[in-house]
C-alpha cells in the first residue's frame, strides 16, 4: 500500500500515526524538552499543491482510490446471530479539531459492552517505568552506545544546528533509541502546548470516557511491542529517518496540519500518496517495504487475530490509528475475511 511513499520525513508522520504508546511516551518527554516552544499556526498545504500541481493531484486522487476503503472513519460490523460492532479511526493527538470526537461516535461508544484501542497501557503512569525495568533496550541505548555514535561528525553539527531551533539539545536525547527521537521531533509544536494544558489524544479520550462507562476495555497490543516493532527496522533505516526529522523540523507542523485536513474529510486513502508528492527525497522501495510489512501488515494482522473472540462476540467499539483501516491488508478487509459485512457510515 505504501511502497509509493519514500520520504524519510513523511515517514516521521506516519510513524507517529501508527504508534500510540510510544507517541504517549514521546508527547510527555516533548512537553518537559520544549516548554518554551511556540504554538504557531500551521498551514495545510494540500490547496497550494493541487494549485500548482492539478494534474499530479488527479493521478494521487485515482491512487488513492484504488485502495481498498480509502475513505470513510466509522464502520459498521455485522454478522448473522452476531451483535452489530464498530470500527472507528482515530488519530494520536490532542488537537481540538480531532479530540472533540462526532456525537455519532460518542454515542456508539457509550452503547457499546466492550472498548478495543490498540494499547491500555497509554492509560497507565506507571508503563514506561515497567518497560525500563523490563525491556530498556526499547527505549534506551545501552552500554556505552549513544545516539551521536550513529551520526557522522558533519550530522553531528547538523543535527545541533536544528535542535537548537527548538530549545533542543542532542545531549538531552544521546540515550535514547533513534525511533524514540524520531516519533519525538514528529510531535507538532501545537501538539505538545495542548499536552502541557493537560488535554489529552482522541484515543486516550475514548477510552476515558470507556472507563467512566464501566466498559470492558480491551487493548491489542503493549506498548513495548510497539516499540519492539519499531526495533526490528533496520538501524540504517532509522538512521536515515532521524537525521530526515531533523531536516524537516521547520515542515512537521505544516505536514501534520495536511494530514489532520485529509483526515477530518475522511480521505485516509489519500494521506499517503499526498505525503509523497511534497517530497521527492527518500529512502529506497525495500527500505518502505519493510516498513509497511512491519508497522502495519504484521500488526493489522495482529490486531485482528487478537480481537476476533471479541467481534465474534459482538458489541463492540474498536478505536485504532485511521491508517490501520485501508488497504488489501487493513482491518477493514481483514474482518471481512472473517465472514463479517463492514459498511462506511458518514459522518457528515
Excluded at 8 to 21: D, E, V
Excluded at 99 to 110: E, F, I, K, Q, R
Amino acid at each position: 500500500m505504501w511502497h509509493h511513499l519514500k520520504t524519510p520525513a513523511r515517514f516521521l508522520t506516519l510513524t507517529l500515526l501508527l504508534a500510540a504508546g510510544s507517541f504517549a511516551f514521546t508527547q510527555n518527554s516533548y512537553a518537559q524538552e520544549a516548554q518554551t516552544a511556540a504554538c504557531k499556526p500551521a498551514k495545510n498545504l494540500l490547496p497550494d499543491f493541487i494549485k500548482k500541481h492539478p494534474d499530479t493531484y488527479q493521478k494521487l486522487q485515482a491512487e488513492a482510490e484504488k485502495t481498498p476503503n480509502h475513505s470513510g472513519l466509522l464502520w459498521k460490523i455485522t454478522k448473522p446471530n452476531v451483535k452489530t460492532s464498530y470500527l472507528f479511526g482515530t488519530m494520536h493527538l490532542s488537537d481540538p479539531r480531532i479530540s472533540n470526537a462526532p456525537a455519532p461516535v460518542l454515542a456508539l461508544l457509550d452503547k457499546s459492552e466492550t472498548m478495543i484501542i490498540e494499547t491500555t497501557d497509554v492509560l497507565d503512569p506507571a508503563f514506561l517505568v515497567q518497560i525500563l525495568s523490563t525491556q530498556p533496550n526499547l527505549i534506551q541505548m545501552q552500554g556505552n552506545d549513544t545516539l551521536s555514535k550513529l551520526f557522522s561528525e558533519e550530522e553531528q553539527l547538523e543535527i545541533r544546528q536544528q535542535l537548537s531551533k527548538r530549545n533542543l539539545s542532542l545531549a538531552a536525547f544521546d540515550k535514547l533509541q533513534p525511533w524514540i527521537v524520531t516519533n519525538l521531533l514528529s510531535i507538532p509544536q501545537c501538539e505538545s502546548v495542548h499536552q502541557a494544558q493537560g488535554k489529552v489524544a482522541l484515543d486516550m479520550m475514548l477510552a476515558k470516557r470507556a472507563q467512566e462507562l464501566d466498559k470492558h476495555l480491551v487493548g491489542l497490543e503493549t506498548a513495548a511491542e510497539q516499540l519492539e516493532a519499531m526495533k526490528a527496522l533496520p538501524m540504517e533505516f532509522h538512521h536515515k529517518g532521524l537525521l530526515a526529522s531533523v531536516r524537516a523540523l521547520d515542515e512537521i507542523d505544516d505536514f501534520m496540519e495536511t494530514l489532520t485536513h485529509l483526515y477530518l474529510e475522511g480521505r485516509i486513502g489519500l494521506m499517503a500518496p499526498i505525503l509523497q508528492a511534497l517530497d521527492e527525497d527518500g529512502l529506497s522501495d525495500e527500505d518502505y517495504q519493510k516498513f509497511e510489512e512491519i508497522m502495519v501488515n504484521k500488526r493489522n494482522h495482529n490486531m485482528m487475530e487478537r480481537g476476533l473472540t471479541f467481534f465474534n462476540h459482538g458489541d463492540v467499539f474498536m478505536a485504532v490509528g485511521a491508517l490501520h483501516l485501508p488497504g488489501e491488508d487493513g482491518l477493514v478487509e481483514l474482518l471481512r475475511a472473517q465472514g463479517f459485512t463492514v459498511e462506511n457510515v458518514p459522518l457528515n
